[in-house]
């Protein structure tokens, strides 16, 4: 598929427990038509819908015209067993969200840049997900996802689009770090 869909660059040795039959069967069905999607890309909460939703389409059951039904001819679709055991891996391995009630900082203006951009795709990370040694990279990587994704980045701003700043970012995620 031509559509910029996941972004590339997460590899399926990249999969947390990568001998696990969730993890074999997320490769089996989850990159015949776009690139391997992190887990950690959605909460728990989110993941069965979204699994859900690609199930029709491996059964060529989507809404496609005749070009793309002929396209998707030899995709293979999960059992209902399979789905089960793929959407528990996801939700086990999921993004872990932002407790608003833990950070009532989040709601704060310096924290405006982190709420509009990191919660376009996905939930709001819990800062500590990571440490604050290595929140730059992960930021860093979202601007490339960003872009590759055509979402709003901060690197070429529009005149009058809201411009993010990235350094407010990177500072609200490393003040609430994991230690
Ligand atoms: C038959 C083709 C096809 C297969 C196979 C497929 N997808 Fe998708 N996927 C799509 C299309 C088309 C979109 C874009 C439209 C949308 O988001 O529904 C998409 C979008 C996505 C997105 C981004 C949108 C979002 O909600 O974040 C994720 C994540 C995703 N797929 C995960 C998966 C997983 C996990 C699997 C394996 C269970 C899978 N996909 C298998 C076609 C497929
Ligand atoms: C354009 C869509 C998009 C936006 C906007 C976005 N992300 Fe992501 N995010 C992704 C995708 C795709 C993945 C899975 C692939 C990856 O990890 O690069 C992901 C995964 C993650 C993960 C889990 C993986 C890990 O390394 O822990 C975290 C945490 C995360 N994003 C934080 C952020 C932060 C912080 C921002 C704001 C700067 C942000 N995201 C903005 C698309 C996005």
């Known amino acids: 598929m031509l559509e910029r869909i996941i972004p590339p660059g997460f590899e399926p040795a990249k999969l947390p427990e990568p001998n696990s039959r969730g993890a074999r069967l997320t490769v089996r069905y989850c990159v015949q038509c776009h ?23 491996m059964e060529g059951r989507g809404n496609m015209g005749k070009l793309m039904t ?3 001819a030899g995709v293979e679709a999960p059992s209902l067993e399979d789905e089960r055991i793929i ?3 996801h939700r086990k391995h999921g993004l872990r969200p932002l407790d608003e009630r833990r950070l009532p900082e989040v709601k704060a203006p310096g924290a405006e840049s982190f709420r509009v951009a990191c919660g376009q795709c996905h939930a709001l990370p819990d800062p500590r997900m990571h440490s604050a040694k ?6 860093a990587r979202m601007q490339k996802n960003m872009e590759w994704m055509n979402r709003v980045v901060g ?5 009058g689009e809201l411009q993010l700043k990235i350094e407010d970012i990177n500072a609200f995620l490393t003040r609430h770090a994991r230690r």
């Open 155 to 159: 690197s070429k701003p529009l005149p």
């Open 134 to 139: 290595e929140w730059p990279a992960v930021v």
């Open 35 to 57: 690139n391997l999607a992190n887990p950690a890309m959605h909460v728990a909460a989110r993941w069965p819908s979204v699994v859900r939703r690609m199930v029709p389409r």
């Open 87 to 89: 959407v528990a891996y």
């Open 70 to 72: 002929e396209m998707m």
